[in-house]
């Protein structure tokens, strides 16, 4: 869509007056935004045109959800608002959970913790965290410290709620004292004492949305697509940049790094800090190569760049 629309806009406008149109297009599945310099342009000339596209392939716009906006308005995208705020001298796009966003997922924790009003406080807190740490997470690469701090808010008030249910006739120093208690630095942490498997005690505590970290993502290049053999590289790139923080990713790293002798698969030298690695699909994902570890090994940065160039087969170094 992207491609073809630029190409009609260069012929339309010529392609130096279509650079200034601004036009630009961000599509995930169905959902797309097409940006442009003018309301005008977008309802006389951008709309008419994806319609048509999209009429072509058996498709049309949803009526309930198109419509031409100002940026300084905002719109509301992927579970995301974008909006440009105004400043002294000028102006900053910021992007943060959509409300809509922020009030459903507060309305699924509100369910959650409403149905198991008679659940012990371990088991609420196995339900809770996993839902806190995959929006947490899903929302870390935009400005969402905000939004972390309001649900931490609102989820403490709905958990004291729960446990006042619980204890209808116990004061609120004794409730406060039963199911929080100060962690580090932190107070106020909605946390238990358990029994591991190996019978040792241990502290489960509630999943803290305020400790996420911000991480913004970086930007993916246009012409990226990740079904094409010549971007696999790229994409592998992509893949590692993102996992790299991951506790999982470092104990796949470790497991590679220690099957390989800490050497590199094609050269057959060592690897460190200095020489970097990279992490290769012997069988490429586009051409349906899975993440298990019998797939993948870990090249130098240039080796890994000469077996794409030249089209180099890479084999499974045998563990010692």
Partial sequence: METELHQYLGKKFGITKALKLKVAVVRYADDFVVTGASQELLETEIKPWIESFLATRGLRLSAAKT???????GFDFLGWNFRKYARKKSEILLIKPSKKNVKAFYEK?????????????EDLIRLLNPMLRGWSQ???????KEAFSRMESLLFWRLMRWA?????MKSGNWIRQKYWRSVGNR??????????????????????LASTPIVYCKKIKGEYNPYDPECEMYGETLRQERMVKSMRYRKEWVKLYVDQRGLCAICGTEMDLDTGWHNHHIEYRVNGGSDVLGNRVLLHPNCHAQVHSLALKVVKPVPV
């Avoid at 924790?109 to 406080?121: E, H, T």
């Avoid at 899903?138 to 969402?144: G, K």
């Fill in 67 to 73: 419509k031409v906006i100002h940026i300084t308005e």
């Fill in 109 to 121: 924790l509100r369910n959650i913790i409403n149905d198991n009003l008679g659940a012990k406080q």
């Fill in 138 to 144: 899903y929302h870390s690469p935009v400005v969402a």
């Fill in 164 to 168: 006042k249910r619980r204890h209808p």
């Fill in 187 to 208: 107070g106020w942490v909605f946390a238990t004492d358990v029994t591991n498997k190996d019978g040792r005690k241990d502290v489960m505590e509630l999943y803290s």
